[in-house]
């Protein structure tokens, strides 16, 4: 059995862990200190956009320092392979776009994770997420050998739900008061594709 990897000690590791996926449109990388800017500025400007369907923002969230400690928890979770976090940017033009997350990987019996997403207000229903999922699946069944990915939303969220659909996720139920959004606990859809699912086209 290998020895695990040490810790790495510089957030210059997002660079170099950071797998490149591609498609069209999209290019999904880890994000890295040189995004701090484009990414605060995207999340103010879509403050209003993104609220109602995330966690309460921390009072400094869109700080330098706040988004330090966020890379260094990504980087403990990739170490742990816990998380893949990755920003989503238009290949065209190299602007920062949005987000998606592998978080909650599990191996052993399950080989299962979660999958998170968002995009800016200006960037939304146009493609770009959903074509990122896409990009995201191959990766999430072919490299990292998992056989199930999971996703969930609020029922009013009827563009994401959507979105899921539309990338080939089937809903499977209803978790009542799932996770705690905008201050309240919500009831959430749950939804799930396998590695064996047919892939629309």
Request: overall charge positive; charged content about 25%; glycine content about 6%.
């Given at each position: 059995?290998?020895?695990?990897?040490?810790?790495?000690?510089?957030?210059?590791?997002?660079?170099?862990?950071?797998?490149?996926i591609?498609?069209?449109?999209?290019?999904?990388?880890?994000?890295?200190?040189?995004?701090?800017?484009?990414?605060?500025?995207?999340?103010?400007?879509?403050?209003?956009?993104?609220?109602?369907?995330?966690?309460?923002?921390?009072?400094?969230d869109?700080?330098?320092?706040?988004?330090?400690?966020?890379?260094?928890?990504?980087l403990?979770?990739?170490?742990?392979?816990?998380?893949?976090?990755?920003?989503?940017?238009?290949?065209?033009?190299?602007?920062?776009?949005?987000?998606?997350?592998?978080?909650?990987?599990?191996?052993?019996?399950?080989?299962?994770?979660?999958?998170?997403?968002?995009?800016?207000?200006?960037?939304?229903?146009?493609?770009?997420?959903?074509?990122?999922?896409?990009?995201?699946?191959?990766?999430?069944?072919g490299?990292m050998?998992?056989?199930?990915?999971?996703?969930?939303?609020?029922?009013?969220?009827?563009a994401?739900?959507?979105?899921?659909?539309?990338?080939?996720?089937?809903?499977?139920?209803?978790?009542?008061?799932?996770?705690?959004?905008?201050?309240?606990?919500?009831?959430?859809?749950?939804?799930?594709?396998?590695?064996?699912?047919?892939?629309?086209?």
């Open positions: 059995m290998k020895p695990p990897l040490p810790f790495p000690r510089t957030l210059n590791a997002l660079v170099t862990l950071s797998p490149v591609e498609s069209r449109r999209v290019l999904l990388r880890y994000p890295q200190m040189a995004d701090y800017e484009a990414w605060a500025e995207l999340r103010e400007a879509s403050r209003s956009f993104l609220v109602p369907w995330e966690p309460t923002w921390p009072l400094d869109l700080t330098r320092i706040a988004f330090r400690r966020r890379l260094r928890r990504y403990r979770e990739i170490h742990e392979d816990k998380t893949c976090p990755f920003f989503v940017f238009d290949r065209e033009t190299g602007d920062l776009v949005g987000g998606c997350t592998l978080s909650n990987i599990r191996r052993g019996v399950a080989q299962a994770c979660s999958l998170g997403y968002w995009a800016g207000a200006r960037h939304a229903r146009r493609g770009y997420i959903s074509e990122a999922v896409q990009a995201l699946i191959p990766y999430v069944f490299t050998g998992l056989h199930r990915l999971e996703a969930a939303c609020l029922p009013a969220n009827e994401s739900q959507g979105l899921l659909r539309k990338c080939g996720f089937v809903q499977e139920g209803l978790a009542r008061r799932y996770l705690r959004i905008d201050g309240a606990w919500r009831d959430h859809l749950l939804f799930a594709i396998l590695d064996d699912d047919p892939r629309p086209r």
